[in-house]
């Protein structure tokens, strides 16, 4: 009698560990919300999350523009912007799977895929994917109009603000003036924000400074209220050739007026803010936001300005990443 209550003992011991284990086990099917399930080779959520930028910049209004959008017109997904520290960060958040999708600045998601410039000591981060560029970020060369300085090649023996040290600004202004047979040796580079460069430009430290920045930008349109300065062009085969090198650069015009005493317009180049997203999502979910997105720009040009710059015709300006399955399906359609 002994052995066989203990026998019995064993049998509703096992037995209640395997319902437990059954129901822990279905427990981790994703109906959380967090992992959704998985379609088309990739996650389906739920709830996705959009990394932006700080409160008092362009990327967090439009990054929450762009989640209303795929709450209002995507079916059964909610979405959150989410404040971060802009472009370096948003690439390690969706590189990580902690976000779904981000705003970003193409050179930097560019630099991020292939593990150069700021991210040679880590690995490639091979998470990313675009979905589309949105506005010019321009790279001004602006000079002392008392400098003597009317082209890029007229920047060697000056002292000239290259950006912070490695900022995007920085690779951007090596990176231009390699095109033109240019280096650091050539003349003396100050390594400064470009509050900084504008700055020492008006009390006459530099001579010329490069600064990457939406235009009209507020330190140049200060600087030129208090200072005369002058913005160089950069020639159209040297556009070509830097375009040609490095795929995130775009050409851009910088309108005549859009600082004083500019009179002519100014040949530049541009790298692009952009939307990424997260390679591991599925094509379906993907495709649905992408076309959300576009069928309603008007959403995004009421949230900031630069959103009236987003057009389906300029979406893959300055592309630096593979497009996602979902997005390339969108643009093949309404080709």
Known sequence: ?????????????????SIFMVGCGNGDNGDNG????????????????????????????LGGAFANIINDYVDGVTANAESTGASVENVNLLNDGEVDFAMVQNDISYYA??????????????????LATLYPETIQIVADAGAG???????AGKRVAVGAPGSGTEANARQILAAHGITYDDFTPDYLSFGEASDNLRDGNVDAAFVTAGTPTAA????????????????????????????????????????????EPVDAVAVMAMLTVRAELSDDLVYEVTKALFENLSDLESAHARGGD?????????????LHPGTQRYFDEVE
Do not use: C, W
């Open 1 to 17: 009698m002994k052995k066989r209550r203990i026998f019995t003992l064993m049998l509703i011991s096992i037995l209640v560990l």
């Open 34 to 61: 967090d992992n959704g399930d998985v379609e088309n080779g990739g996650e389906s959520p739920d709830r996705v999350a959009i990394a932006t930028g700080g409160t008092t910049g362009v990327y967090y209004p």
């Open 113 to 130: 895929y292939e593990g150069i410039e700021m991210f040679e000591a880590e690995e490639p981060m091979e998470n990313l994917r675009g």
């Open 149 to 155: 300085i009317e082209s890029i090649e007229d920047l």
């Open 220 to 263: 140049i349109t200060d600087l030129s209220t208090q200072h005369s300065v002058v913005l160089i062009s950069i020639s159209q085969d040297k556009i070509d050739e830097i375009i040609a090198e490095y795929p995130y650069y775009a050409q851009v015009v910088i309108e005549a007026g859009t600082y004083r005493n500019q009179d």
């Open 310 to 322: 987003v057009s389906l015709e300029g979406a893959l300006d300055g592309m630096s990443l593979e």
